[in-house]
């Protein structure tokens, strides 16, 4: 309520991106004391809801998606408005600033955001010393954390993205929970090229090498680009199997356009980059059931794109989903959408004669709604 009738209007003021950099600021400061934790906790305390996944237990199954807390800065913060996991990033090992300015854009009437940031990030290395302080200082969310690892520009541009994806795990292994590689977002020349069989084969290969050098075992997930062919999908899929991917992050954001509704959503429909929310809904589900009746319960599914509440994350979940996320939704409706999804999730097991949730996983995939 509050955020809709206070600070949604004046957000609405701001270009996107400063907008987005100022919510940040301001709930990583509220969230960096106890006292601004217990706050947050009261306004927007979040039902249980508890499932498996990846060898670890989550509280419920939203987390955050990535992109939201690209420097992992805030991490305090999202626990503290009920998300039961995070995913930071995208991380790059090289420092990057990102595609030129203006590079954010929203659409209100679609509930839609088009990005182009092009994973602008102070690189793997201040990310660790980041996280590092973050632990010292006593800091440390009691959430899984998953880091998005993508490619800096100038690795692609040397045909050298193997080097680059090893470097930043091996300096981040440590620190997160499970990692999700990121050869899916649109707004880095020649990324979604490394979907190729041959130079996928040859990335998460490297990948599955250095993960069995390391003792610590973490669940490495591949995160899946919408705009790509259902056989593609079937194909990279397969690969990530056979490589040693422990689960599927669906979907990525979309280049493609819906029919836009109004002036604003025109301009920001015009704007080159990844769309995500709302019009995304739809390809989200199909890839996930695509997904899912190809790898079933064996290897688990976040559904991310579009989920906004009880019956989009219920969508996501009935389609095949272990876990889920959102992004676009924290902007358009607030904090108060997580506990409102987990609350509206638990009645929908009710309603459904289900105990738990890991018993609705997939059990409408078939569907083809």
């Given at each position: 309520?509050?955020?809709?009738?206070?600070?949604?209007?004046?957000?609405?003021?701001l270009?996107?991106?400063?907008?987005?950099?100022?919510?940040l600021?301001?709930?990583?400061?509220?969230?960096?004391?106890l006292?601004?934790?217990?706050?947050?906790g009261?306004?927007?305390?979040?039902?249980?809801?508890?499932?498996n996944?990846?060898?670890?237990?989550f509280r419920?199954?939203?987390?955050?998606?990535?992109?939201?807390d690209?420097?992992?800065?805030?991490?305090?913060?999202?626990p503290?408005?009920?998300?039961s996991?995070?995913?930071?990033?995208?991380?790059?090992?090289?420092?990057?600033?990102?595609?030129?300015?203006?590079?954010?854009f929203?659409?209100?009437?679609?509930?839609?955001?088009?990005?182009?940031?092009?994973?602008?990030?102070?690189?793997a290395?201040?990310?660790?010393?980041?996280?590092?302080?973050?632990?010292?200082?006593?800091?440390?969310?009691?959430?899984?954390?998953?880091?998005?690892?993508?490619?800096?520009?100038?690795?692609?541009?040397?045909?050298?993205?193997e080097?680059?994806?090893i470097?930043t795990?091996?300096?981040?292994?440590?620190?997160g929970?499970?990692?999700?590689?990121?050869?899916?977002?649109?707004?880095?020349?020649?990324?979604?090229?490394?979907?190729?069989?041959?130079?996928?084969?040859?990335?998460?290969?490297s990948?599955?090498?250095?993960?069995?050098?390391?003792?610590?075992?973490?669940?490495?997930?591949?995160?899946?680009?919408?705009?790509?062919?259902?056989?593609?999908?079937?194909?990279?899929?397969?690969?990530?199997?056979?490589?040693?991917?422990?689960g599927?992050?669906?979907?990525?954001?979309?280049?493609?356009r819906?029919?836009?509704?109004?002036?604003?959503?025109?301009?920001?429909f015009?704007?080159?980059?990844g769309?995500?929310?709302?019009?995304?809904?739809?390809?989200?589900?199909?890839?996930?059931?695509?997904?899912?009746?190809?790898?079933?319960?064996d290897?688990p599914?976040?559904?991310?794109?579009?989920?906004?509440?009880?019956?989009?994350?219920?969508?996501?979940?009935?389609?095949?989903?272990?876990?889920?996320?959102?992004y676009?939704a924290?902007v358009?409706?607030?904090?108060?959408?997580?506990?409102?999804?987990?609350?509206?999730?638990?009645?929908?097991?009710?309603?459904?004669?289900?105990?738990?949730?890991q018993?609705?996983?997939?059990?409408f995939s078939?569907?083809?709604?």
């Amino acid at each position: 309520m509050t955020y809709g009738l206070l600070v949604r209007p004046f957000l609405k003021f701001l270009d996107s991106e400063n907008a987005h950099t100022l919510s940040l600021k301001i709930g990583s400061k509220v969230a960096s004391t106890l006292p601004g934790q217990k706050m947050l906790g009261s306004l927007y305390r979040t039902p249980s809801l508890p499932i498996n996944a990846f060898g670890l237990g989550f509280r419920h199954p939203l987390g955050l998606a990535a992109g939201m807390d690209k420097k992992c800065e805030a991490l305090p913060l999202w626990p503290s408005i009920g998300f039961s996991w995070i995913e930071g990033g995208g991380i790059t090992y090289h420092p990057q600033d990102g595609n030129a300015k203006p590079r954010m854009f929203r659409s209100d009437s679609e509930r839609a955001l088009v990005n182009r940031m092009g994973f602008n990030n102070p690189g793997a290395v201040e990310t660790r010393k980041n996280l590092l302080a973050t632990k010292e200082n006593g800091s440390w969310p009691r959430t899984p954390l998953a880091l998005n690892i993508g490619c800096s520009k100038i690795s692609m541009r040397d045909n050298k993205p193997e080097d680059d994806f090893i470097a930043t795990l091996h300096q981040l292994w440590d620190f997160g929970d499970m990692f999700v590689i990121n050869v899916s977002s649109p707004n880095t020349v020649g990324l979604r090229n490394l979907g190729d069989s041959n130079k996928l084969d040859k990335l998460l290969s490297s990948i599955n090498e250095f993960r069995s050098s390391r003792d610590m075992v973490r669940p490495v997930l591949f995160k899946i680009s919408p705009d790509a062919e259902d056989d593609e999908i079937g194909m990279m899929v397969d690969i990530a199997m056979k490589n040693g991917i422990d689960g599927f992050v669906a979907v990525n954001t979309t280049t493609s356009r819906p029919m836009p509704t109004s002036t604003r959503s025109r301009r920001a429909f015009s704007e080159s980059g990844g769309l995500s929310g709302r019009p995304l809904r739809d390809r989200s589900l199909e890839v996930i059931r695509l997904v899912y009746r190809r790898v079933g319960n064996d290897y688990p599914i976040v559904g991310v794109g579009g989920i906004d509440g009880p019956e989009s994350a219920w969508d996501a979940i009935t389609s095949g989903a272990t876990l889920i996320q959102l992004y676009s939704a924290l902007v358009f409706n607030g904090p108060a959408v997580v506990k409102k999804t987990i609350r509206g999730l638990k009645r929908k097991l009710h309603q459904e004669g289900l105990t738990n949730l890991q018993d609705a996983v997939g059990i409408f995939s078939d569907n083809n709604r």
